[in-house]
């Protein structure tokens, strides 16, 4: 199915380890993007990427590095996670041109860290 | 930065009632989109608007471009519905600003 796979759904993780969340569009979109979700503030902007080759920070990027690794893949990395960070992940593509675009979204990553 | 404001936060109706959610904007955008967010986290879009109104099923979304301002409205409301509700936009190539979503509630 076309679509946005991201992994893991779950994840626990210890204060100072590392962790990789994967994320993969199928549709061929250049703009890629990683948000996290907390309670009571909505979606704020991690990192993303306008095109393969491009990354760039966005609202809340501390603590966290990405890679486009090609037109499909864009990876969130957490080097030494932290409770801050525990929170809901979601990437997203967008998709189209001026006033008519479509938005895609992986089915979140909820990880905690403790 | 566009400041997006989603009101109200949270909203309990009864079945069968018509629903209003707003949505406004401090920048101009090319487009707006409105998603629904389930128990589960998975998020699903909408619509999508640059100007008018569109229909799908039981929802309408309608946006004001000069008022810098949209509603998505559910007609006949059921408990399915129930699930936050979430307003978003963007200016030509510049990633989408979410506002903090309506949590609503339909009771049988």
């Known amino acids: 199915n076309a679509g946005v796979t991201q992994t893991p759904k779950f994840q626990v993780l210890k204060t100072g380890q590392s962790m990789t969340l994967q994320c993969a569009q199928d549709m061929n979109h250049n703009s890629m993007y990683w948000y996290r979700q907390d309670p009571g503030m909505g979606l704020r902007l991690i990192y993303y990427?306008?095109?393969?080759?491009?990354?760039d920070k966005g609202e809340v990027p501390n603590g966290y590095n990405v890679s486009r690794l090609n037109k499909r893949e864009f990876s969130l990395r957490l080097e030494s996670a932290a409770p801050s960070q525990t929170s809901v992940y979601f990437c997203?593509?967008?998709?189209?041109?001026?006033?008519?675009?479509?938005?895609?979204f992986g089915q979140g990553t909820r990880l905690t860290v403790v | 930065k566009n400041e997006v404001e989603q009101s109200p936060q949270n909203l309990t109706a009864q079945e069968g009632e018509f629903i209003t959610i707003n949505c406004s904007y401090s920048v101009g955008i090319s487009a707006l989109h409105w998603l629904q967010q389930h128990p589960g986290g998975g998020i699903v879009s909408l619509f999508m608007?640059?100007?008018g109104k569109k229909k799908h099923g039981r929802l309408i979304a309608t946006i004001n471009i000069q008022e810098k301002h949209s509603s998505l409205h559910i007609t006949a409301s059921h408990p399915r519905d129930s699930a936050v509700y979430i307003c978003a936009v963007h200016s030509g190539n510049t990633p989408l600003v979410f506002g903090k979503g309506t949590r609503l509630s339909v009771i049988a």
């Open positions: 608007l640059s100007s």
């Open positions: 997203a593509s967008l998709y189209g041109a001026m006033g008519n675009t479509e938005a895609f």
């Open positions: 990427s306008a095109s393969e080759g491009t990354t």
